[in-house]
């Protein structure tokens, strides 16, 4: 899962890179508001973690001109500064969360899946698809409550296809919500992993809709 | 007010302006009865003097017999106040022919024209007037004790209503100041309806007399001051709370990172980090003791004594630095004007010196020229570190000495040095000043701070 990370200082933002990327996100790292808006403005993200006191432009009005263009993507701000007023503001002006600084690695990581379940309107924690069960916390995929072990890009792939059932994602919109820009995305990475994913979960769970791209559906086979 | 015993401006005014109204009138009560004496002498001298005509015109009319006769008719019904005798000459001799009913007779040798003589136990005013001829003479006298007497009653005329309108007047007195003094209620009642954590000016709309307006003036100045001071301090508190828990986040997600690291390059990376993280909080708790250290909340008494050879400081100063120079490709060059010195303290000069190299060391950016200068400008003694590194817009400049902020250049640092020199030079008579650095290849200049301070006498 794609997160954009806005974050001024260097070695808090090198940290929170690493340890999510270890969580199992793909995580793009930007260091100022300007930087921010540019990249919110062309691509999506699953969520976005935002510093407050950001150069250039701070967090807050980052966070004012995402929602002003009626983006509803999830945004967890950080910051250090735990007066009430500010936490009021932010909130206000549309975070869906708010950490404050330290904060744990983990915490940041199940909040982060937090919102991106509830952007989805899911309740629940796991998703499921047929007899297909996905633990995003876990990290864990289940077929028919046995284990299937998945490479982590193959889990996000996954996760992406079965937040998203019943509905077609495009080549481009899964490349987007998979690689960060530091990826080298090869042209038929995506197929290769759609094929290691119908070898280990079965044909039937994830459709090729042709010229566009695919959708997970649980539709039993005619 | 501490420590006097508070009192009333009202009874105060109240007292001071009844004894003051009563003194005018009592003064001008003793001129009125003074004056009232004179006219009363005039008038009853000039009273005197008709009776006596008259007498005399009436006796040298030869009526004498007729008139003696009608004034015993007359002397029980009306008391005349004025009292006389007649004289007849006649063959040389003096005697008395007439003399008002029941008095006794007045001194034979009295004086031609108005005297004052004792009479009767009391003191009189006579008159004596002759004819021509010689031949009668009219003495006239009149108690003295009647002119007093109305002198006394035109004074008391003055005196009588002036004590009944005297507690009037204190009434007024009391009703007007109350009056007059409620705005000074109102900006009281203002002054302790003040939020202290949200201190605002007081409601200047009020009308307020021109007496009283300047306290609120003052009060509204120093509201400001004070909400400043507090915002100042509050903002402190906020920045703080930043710079401390950015770095303190950074490590413990940096440390999260180096147990969970799957390559033992990556463990690396992030420990590295860790060590680095613990380098900076160390720089940062450094400064923040410096800031509270030249706090001139925590200076109690004047600088220390001063460092006799101020040159040797830079030079020792700038030999600290110098292998963070070196390592970063940096010269640092020290240039100080012989016999040069500074009225700082030989501590003080030490914290600004090493703040401000650092700071060009940590802004000017790899293999930048640093340049420390002490040179003497007229009484003054101009300390100057310049640099040929990016430099800072002199728009930005004013704001560099605030606390926790940086350049726009990235580097590590806690935003604080700047604001270190910035005390020292409150505190120590001295001016901070950014300009122009050293210029560089591309025709810029880097930037150059420079503290003015008075050359040390003796």
């Keep these: ?222 | 007010m501490s420590g006097a015993a508070p009192y009333s401006l009202r009874r105060r005014l109240v007292w001071l302006l009844t004894a003051a109204v009563a003194a005018i009138w009592l003064m001008s009560a003793w001129v009125v009865y003074q004056r009232a004496h004179h006219a009363a002498d005039a008038l009853l001298d000039s009273q005197l003097t008709q009776v006596a005509e008259t007498l005399l015109a009436i006796v040298a009319g030869g009526e004498v017999e007729h008139f003696v006769k009608e004034l015993h008719e007359h002397a029980g019904r009306n008391p005349v106040p004025i009292v006389f005798e007649i004289w007849h000459t006649n063959d040389g001799a003096m005697r008395r022919l007439v003399t008002s009913p029941g008095h006794n007779a007045f001194e034979a040798s009295l004086p031609d024209g108005f005297s004052e003589r004792s009479y009767q136990d009391a003191r009189w005013r006579f008159y004596a007037l002759q004819d021509d001829a010689a031949e009668y003479r009219v003495v006239v006298a009149q108690a003295h004790a009647a002119r007093v007497q109305l002198a006394r009653e035109i004074g008391l005329s003055l005196l009588i209503p002036a004590a009944l309108a005297l507690p009037l007047m204190a009434l007024a007195v009391w009703w007007v100041v109350g009056r007059s003094l409620r705005p000074v209620d109102t900006v009281a009642r203002q002054v302790s309806a003040l939020d202290a954590q949200a201190l605002a000016p007081l409601d200047g709309s009020i009308p307020l007399p021109s007496e009283i307006a300047p306290l609120r003036g003052a009060l509204n100045a120093l509201i400001r001051r004070v909400a400043e001071a507090f915002e100042n301090e509050r903002r402190f508190t906020a920045d703080a709370a930043h710079e401390l828990r950015t770095p303190l986040a950074a490590l413990k997600v940096q440390a999260q990172v180096a147990m969970r690291a799957q390559t033992a390059d990556s463990q690396q990376h992030a420990l590295t980090q860790v060590i680095a993280g613990v380098d900076r909080m160390t720089h940062l708790v450094e400064q923040l003791l410096t800031l509270a250290r030249v706090d001139p909340a925590s200076q109690g008494s004047a600088p220390a004594p001063l460092d006799p050879a101020n040159a040797n400081t830079l030079a020792a100063v700038c030999a600290e630095l110098l292998p963070q120079a070196q390592r970063q490709s940096q010269s640092l060059v020290v240039k100080a004007a012989p016999g040069c010195r500074v009225a700082v303290s030989e501590a003080w000069l030490r914290i600004a010196l090493r703040n401000l190299i650092d700071n060009a060391l940590r802004y000017a950016g790899e293999g930048a020229h640093i340049e420390v200068r002490l040179a003497r400008s007229g009484s003054a003694c101009i300390l100057t570190v310049a640099d040929d590194g990016p430099g800072v817009a002199p728009v930005l400049r004013a704001q560099l000495s605030a606390r926790f902020v940086r350049g726009e250049v990235e580097a590590e640092g806690c935003g604080l040095g700047l604001s270190i020199v910035a005390r020292i030079a409150a505190l120590s008579n001295a001016q901070l000043d950014l300009g122009d650095g050293l210029p560089r290849a591309d025709g810029g200049h880097g930037l150059a701070v420079s503290l003015r301070f008075n050359e040390a006498t003796a």
Excluded at chain 1, 107 to 121: D, F, M
Excluded at chain 1, 179 to 201: M, P, Q
């Design chain 1, 1 to 222: 899962m794609r997160i954009l990370l806005v974050e001024d200082d260097r070695m808090l933002g090198d940290g929170l890179q690493a340890g999510l990327t270890q969580a199992g996100y793909a995580v793009d790292w930007l260091r100022d508001g300007d930087a921010a808006v540019a990249a919110l403005s062309t691509e999506s993200f699953a969520a976005v973690v935002l510093d407050l006191g950001l150069p250039k432009r701070d967090g807050l009005s980052v966070l004012q001109w995402l929602r002003a263009r009626h983006d509803a993507t999830p945004v967890l701000i950080l910051t250090a500064r735990d007066q009430l007023e500010d936490k009021v503001r932010g909130l206000d002006l549309g975070a869906d969360d708010y950490v404050l600084k330290p904060f744990d690695l983990d915490e940041i990581a199940a909040r982060l899946r937090a919102l991106v379940r509830r952007a989805h309107g899911r309740p629940e924690p796991v998703l499921s698809l047929g007899e297909v069960e996905l633990d995003p916390a876990a990290r864990s995929v289940t077929r028919a409550g046995l284990a299937v072990e998945l490479t982590p890009r193959e889990f996000d792939l996954l996760q992406l296809l079965l937040e998203n059932s019943g509905r077609v994602l495009t080549r481009r919109a899964l490349e987007e919500q998979l690689y960060t820009w530091n990826d080298a995305v090869d042209s038929n990475a995506l197929e290769v992993h759609i094929h290691h994913l119908r070898k280990k979960l079965g044909n039937e769970l994830i459709r090729t809709v042709r010229g566009v791209g695919y959708m997970a559906s649980a539709a039993t086979p005619t």
